[in-house]
């Protein structure tokens, strides 16, 4: 990946000028994810198909001996030092990204795990950001791994820290996530996607080191205002969507259903808009479903094909698609070395995947690039996946 390394010594140094000398600080890192399929799936009770990358947030952290807590990122340095305390555990505006360490804490606190102390946190992460990749899960799996290791809240499993984050994130910051960010960052193995399923939590490994071809991420570096309110649109969308088909059929989500079966009861759905959200929720599953399905069998043609179609339903029926992404998509599809191209993640901006040809990366990033700056104006940004491990306490350096 094109990403900036990070550098620990500088961090340590950075710590050691912010917070003053004193005890070396642990160190820790939580990574993004990609999703390969399976999109707006997580909160349907769905498959979703992520992994975690190598690039992620990285903390060091230290106790202190009162009660406050005390935040500091080198993305952020302009902001400098935020202050808070174990005894006002609440949101704000002018807490900014520390909003998301700070639900993480309260949330802990929430389940009776209430670190005793206080703590200095010096945070740098090259997740780009907005670029949809998983930058606050990231974030939030960091903190939970944090505090686990230096208090020693040893019960909790790396998915209690992924529910921990999305619990903080829904209900410290407003943002009614699923679960696949968080899991993807606790829970992401070497060289492997995670297939899980949202209703069970029940996973499993798949390799996905593709002998001919690479997974490349690109970055439109756009990003479209109201995110995050038109996130939670589609979730309530589904929800009444789901609540419609309940009167006609026994399911508890609309991961429960097949093709077939949502066709047989889609108008028990009134609002035309709630039906389409419900089909792509349903058809998306089934596809996911169906892209593991194609892997297994190395049947990379049909995983691209699934990929395709996942795109076309996120653009017209999910609606969450933006112009400058459907440019990079619509590029991705007419180059050849391309088996399938889409949106990944909650949309509107940020990033497509891709599955392209090893021997055609290069032309790939050449050509789409230039193309993609004519029409839009501006450049995009390519990163070729590596796939790496879930969230982990760094060994001193
Ligand atoms: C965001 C959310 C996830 C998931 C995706 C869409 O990344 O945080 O929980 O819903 O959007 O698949």
Redesign the pocket.
């Known amino acids: 990946m094109a990403e900036r390394d990070v550098n620990l010594e500088l961090m340590y140094s950075e710590f050691d000028k912010m917070y003053g000398e004193g005890p070396r600080p642990r160190a820790y890192f939580a990574p993004g994810r990609v999703?390969l399929i399976?999109?707006?799936?997580?909160?349907n009770g769905g498959h979703?198909f992520p992994c975690a990358l190598t690039i992620g947030t990285y903390g060091l952290a230290r106790k202190r001996t009162d009660r406050q807590i005390r935040f500091y990122s080198l993305n952020f340095s302009r902001a400098g030092m935020l202050t808070s305390s174990l005894d006002d555990l609440t949101p704000s505006a002018e807490a900014g990204w520390t909003n998301y360490p700070k639900g993480v804490v309260w949330a802990f606190d929430g389940r009776g795990f209430k670190p005793d102390t206080g703590f200095d946190f010096l945070i740098w992460g090259n997740i780009p950001s907005g670029s949809?990749l998983?930058s606050?899960?990231s974030l939030e799996v960091l903190t939970g791994t944090m505090l686990r290791d230096m208090y020693g809240f040893d019960s909790l499993t790396n998915q209690d820290l992924a529910l921990i984050g999305?619990y903080s994130?829904n209900n410290f910051n407003g943002?009614n996530?699923?679960?696949?960010?968080?899991f993807a960052s606790a829970m992401g193995r070497k060289d492997c996607a995670i297939f899980l399923d949202t209703n069970t939590l029940e996973y499993k490994y798949a390799d996905i080191r593709l002998p001919d071809a690479r997974i490349v991420i690109t970055n439109s570096k756009v990003k479209h205002s109201l995110v995050n309110s038109a996130?939670n649109d589609r979730r309530r969308e589904c929800e009444q969507a789901l609540a419609d088909l309940q009167k006609v059929c026994d399911i508890r989500s609309l991961g429960d259903l097949t093709e077939e079966e949502f066709e047989a009861h889609k108008d028990a759905i009134t609002d035309e808009v709630c039906r389409r959200r419900a089909k792509h929720a349903v058809y998306e599953n089934r596809r996911t479903i169906r892209a593991v399905e194609a892997l297994q069998n190395q049947d990379l043609e049909e995983f691209g094909r699934l990929l395709n179609a996942s795109h076309v339903s996120l653009r017209d029926d999910y609606e969450?698609s933006c112009p400058e992404i459907d440019i990079l998509v619509d590029l991705a599809w007419a180059h050849p070395g391309v088996l399938g191209s889409r949106i990944t993640?909650?949309?509107f901006g940020g990033c497509t995947v891709s599955i392209v040809r090893n021997d055609e990366v290069d032309s790939f990033v050449r050509e789409i690039g230039a193309a993609y700056e004519k029409k839009v104006g501006h450049e995009a940004e390519f990163y070729v996946v590596d796939i790496g491990d879930g969230a982990h306490v760094l060994a001193d350096v």
Do not use: W
Request: hydrophobic fraction near 25%.
């Open positions: 999703n399976g999109e707006h799936t997580d909160y979703v949809g998983s606050s899960a999305q994130e943002m996530c699923g679960i696949m960010d968080q996130y969450v993640g909650g949309g």
